[in-house]
Each structure stands twice: as C-alpha cells, then as structure tokens.
C-alpha cells in the first residue's frame, strides 16, 4: 500500500474506535488507565466542563500482534496524530490491562515490539490533545487571526498533565523526541515551549533535544524548555514521584 493508502486506513481505524464523550469517559478503560498515572479528566475537565481531548479513542478489543505473529486481545487507547492541514495521518496505541488498571504487559522484548506508530511517514504529525485559551482549533485560530503560546511533549500522559495544569495552552504530544523538532509551527503558535523528560539529558537523547530546538527556532517563534523539578517527567510530577 502506498503511504497516503496507508494513511487514510490508519484513520478509519480510529473513526472505528469509541469516541470519548463526557457521558461514556467516566469509568471507561481509558478513565482508569489514566487515573492509574494521577491524570483525572473527569474533574479536571468533565466537571469543568471543558472539552475531553477529542484525538483519544477507545477500543474495547484490540489485537496486538506479537513478534512470532501470535494475535492477543487487549484494550487500547488509540490516538489520531494529525498532519499540518489537520487531517489524519496516523495512530498511536497504548494497549492496556483488560481492566484498565495500567499499561498491559506485553511478550515481546522491546527491539521486537510492534510500533506503536503506525504507518510509516507519520514524522510532522502529533496528537492535538487541548486547544487552550478560547477552544479554538489551530485552523480556526489561523482564520481569527489568533495566536496563543504552544506547549509541546513526548508522551500522551505527559500532555495530559500539563493540559490539567495550563488548560489556557495548547498542547501537542509529538510521540518521540525525535519528532519534537518536526512538529508543525502553524500561524497560530506564538511560542514554544519543550518539556524535556529528565533523562533527556544523557548522551544522545540530549544531543536528539539540542537538535530539536534549533530546528524548533529556525521559524523565529521564542521556544523554551522546561523540565519536572522531580521524577522523569510532568507526568511524575504530577503523580508526586521522585527520582
């Protein structure tokens, strides 16, 4: 299949998935999972009625395909990463314990493990995960002549936490560092700002950050990088971890 094929089948798997709605989010494997890591959109943002990240789905049975080709029926929460023009382009799954309850162990050692992007060319795409001040969509800020600071992560769970704690910022989760500095700067953007995990500061990962920045910058917004005053990550933050 070619890569726009590919494409349009990683999102019509999302569409086939659960979407999450105030009434269907409380309890789900999704609200679990995500309470499991300290994030509570129920009364961070169902209560509050502000708007549940539309980009999460649900999918009460998924297959996980192993390495050795075994098929194993799990839940997964499935994210759509979208393009620069919005439109779907790929998906990334969290598969999870049948209960909910956490990350689902799986079999296979981690070089073997299934991508959990998929398909190939998703590079410049992220998870939309809140649109900030106003509600705003960043093609509908473009068209209002609207521009708002921007916060970009790694990981879902880490965007969560800080949609919970900045929920005037737009927040993107990129799905590796590699991808941060590929992250589409729309018109919309008026800053950048980087929230490093902790361990980025060894050896490559910090080296991958170093470049990530510099190609963040060459599109004359200020970018900034903040990292946890404890734990990993804003996700360990908010959990009260420490390392």
């Known amino acids: 299949m070619t890569r726009a094929k590919n494409a349009k089948s ?42 549940l990240p539309g980009a999460l789905r649900l999918f009460a049975s998924h297959d996980y395909v192993a390495h050795d080709g075994e098929l194993i029926d799990l839940p997964c929460m499935i ?23 956490g990350k689902a162990v799986l079999p296979d050692p981690k070089e073997n493990k299934p991508r959990k992007i998929w398909p190939a060319g998703w ?15 960043p093609e509908e800020a473009t068209k209002r002549g609207l521009q708002g600071p921007l916060i ?36 919309c953007v008026s800053s950048i700002t980087v929230c490093a995990d902790n361990d980025w500061g060894k050896g490559q990962a910090e080296a991958a950050l170093d470049t990530a920045i510099a190609a963040l910058r060459k599109h004359g917004k200020p970018v900034y990088v903040a990292r946890s005053p404890r734990g990993k990550d804003m996700n360990d933050l908010l959990k009260g971890e420490i390392i």
């Open 10 to 51: 990683a999102f019509s798997m999302w569409l086939k998935a659960q979407e999450l709605s105030p009434a269907t989010f409380p309890d789900s494997l999704v609200d679990r999972y995500l309470k499991s890591r300290a994030i509570d959109l129920v009364a961070g943002l169902i209560a509050k009625k502000r708007p």
């Open 79 to 101: 994210a759509l990463m979208s393009g620069p023009d919005g439109k779907g382009r790929a998906v990334h799954r969290t598969w999870l314990q049948p209960d909910g309850s």
């Open 123 to 137: 590079q410049g795409s992220v998870i939309r995960i809140a649109k900030g001040a106003g509600n705003h969509s």
């Open 152 to 187: 970009v992560t790694e990981g879902i769970e880490d965007a969560l936490a800080c949609a919970l704690a900045m929920p005037d910022r737009r927040v993107w989760a990129a799905g590796t560092l590699g991808n941060i500095g590929l992250v589409p700067v729309l018109p």
